[in-house]
Antibody, heavy 119, light 108 residues
Framework: QVQLVQSGAEVKKPGASVKVSCKVSGYTLTELSMHWVRQAPGKGLEWMGGFDPEDGETIYAQKFQGRVTMTEDTSTDTAYMELSSLRSEDTAVYYC????????????WGQGTLVTVSS | EIVLTQSPGTLSLSPGERATLSCRASQSVSSSYLAWYQQKPGQAPRLLIYGASSRATGIPDRFSGSGSGTDFTLTISRLEPEDFAVYYCQQYGSSQITFGQGTRLEIK
């Protein structure tokens, strides 16, 4: 059983950056492919990027290329998502989610982290 | 980028009825890479179906998935009160994951 525990809510000003963490237990990060998905208030799910086991690299949604960085600390089994140049439209709940099978299916999800961007 | 269009946007049914949710892709999707999720208010999404038709662990057998190519369906055979939620389809292709916009299943 995978458990994902994310860091707490953040309030940021436009132009700032935010870094959200996702601590894994029950598995090690090296056994999983980690992805990040966000959801603006009252809106649908939007994939931001994640680890592609076919290429062994992190892939990003075209919309976020150049503005998002996903990293992992395997010593602590913690994944991170950093989003820069924040704007009000980035206000959303950010989820980490795992793909255990390598088939791009998100089978376990964190509880979500609310990021609010406001001046 | 493959666009997924879900219909209807909102589906109003009563407990015990059958629900049929549609997901149409802008180009052919490998069935191996088509999944369905359920999301309730204030909760993270939950995986229901993967590989277009395989139920995830712990998912009741009233949930079933079918389809291929560009047309996929999620069927809930007999609605239980806890099934009223928002449902999303998701696909992987060309190094991108995309979600449909969701279908809201509400109590009639």
């Amino acid at each position: 059983q995978v458990q994902l525990v994310q860091s707490g809510a953040e309030v940021k000003k436009p132009g700032a950056s935010v870094k959200v963490s996702c601590k894994v237990s029950g598995y090690t990060l090296t056994e999983l492919s980690m992805h990040w998905v966000r959801q603006a208030p009252g809106k649908g799910l939007e994939w931001m990027g994640g680890f592609d086991p076919e290429d062994g690299e992190t892939i990003y949604a075209q919309k976020f290329q150049g503005r998002v960085t996903m990293t992992e600390d395997t010593s602590t089994d913690t994944a991170y998502m950093e989003l820069s140049s924040l704007r009000s439209e980035d206000t959303a709940v950010y989820y980490c989610a795992t793909d255990r099978s390598g088939s791009y299916v998100l089978d376990y999800w964190g509880q979500g982290t609310l990021v609010t961007v406001s001046s | 980028e493959i666009v997924l269009t879900q219909s209807p946007g909102t589906l109003s049914l009563s407990p015990g009825e059958r629900a049929t949710l549609s997901c149409r892709a802008s180009q052919s999707v490998s069935s191996s890479y088509l999944a369905w999720y359920q999301q309730k208010p204030g909760q993270a999404p939950r995986l229901l179906i993967y590989g277009a038709s395989s139920r995830a662990t712990g998912i009741p057998d009233r949930f079933s998935g079918s389809g291929s190519g560009t047309d996929f369906t999620l069927t809930i055979s007999r609605l239980e009160p806890e099934d009223f939620a928002v449902y999303y389809c998701q696909q992987y292709g060309s190094s991108q994951i995309t979600f449909g916009q969701g279908t809201r299943l509400e109590i009639k």
